[in-house]
């Protein structure tokens, strides 16, 4: 079945819905994302990294969950539902803030959350068709992940998340 989106003007509201195959073709569909980023008791931050049986970025380090809105789905509702989907973890979010990414075949207005996690030996049931590993990273190590191995706009994303902790 395929999926679709809202499809919203640059001030966010709703003019629409298209296909997520048209939406992630046409960067004049923009669209909701949300993006959670974890951290541990010592700052650690999970990624995820992606499937190879994803369509898009596969194999490539990832936010700790990010996904699509469903159709006149909250931000707050999509974060909590795709972080239970791909990570198996229901967390308390806190909004950090919504920003406009500009890809080169999409554009969404994502909107940034963090949670965090307690006890990083926590076991987490990650969905092996999106995620082919879970793993904390201090600053340090994320600044050396070579930018090929990251999804698009990550140091955009990531950036905007630190600037407000």
């Known amino acids: 079945m395929e999926e679709y989106f809202d499809v919203v003007n640059k001030d966010d ?3 629409g819905k298209a296909s997520r ?3 992630h073709s046409n960067p004049k569909l923009i669209h909701h994302g949300v993006c959670i980023i974890i951290t541990d008791a010592t700052g650690r931050i999970l990624l995820q990294k992606r499937s190879m049986k994803m369509d898009m970025c596969k194999g490539k380090w990832d ?3 990010s996904g ?3 159709l006149g789905e909250s931000y707050g509702k999509a974060a909590k539902r795709e972080l239970k989907e791909e990570l198996g973890l229901s967390l308390t979010l806190k909004k950090i803030g919504k920003m ?3 890809m080169k075949n999409q554009t969404e207005f994502d909107m940034i959350f963090s949670a965090r996690i307690n006890d990083s030996t926590l076991r987490i049931d990650f969905d092996k068709n999106e995620i082919s ?3 904390f990273f201090t600053l340090d190590e994320l600044r050396s992940i070579p930018e090929q191995n990251l999804v ?3 140091w955009d994303i990531m950036n ?3 600037a407000s902790i």
Do not use: A, G
């Open 100 to 102: 406009l990414v500009n």
């Open 63 to 65: 936010f700790s969950t």
């Open 160 to 162: 905007f998340y630190l």
């Open 13 to 15: 509201k709703v003019i």
């Open 133 to 135: 590993e879970v793993r």
């Open 21 to 23: 195959k048209e939406c």
């Open 152 to 154: 698009n706009n990550f």
């Open 68 to 70: 699509h809105n469903d």
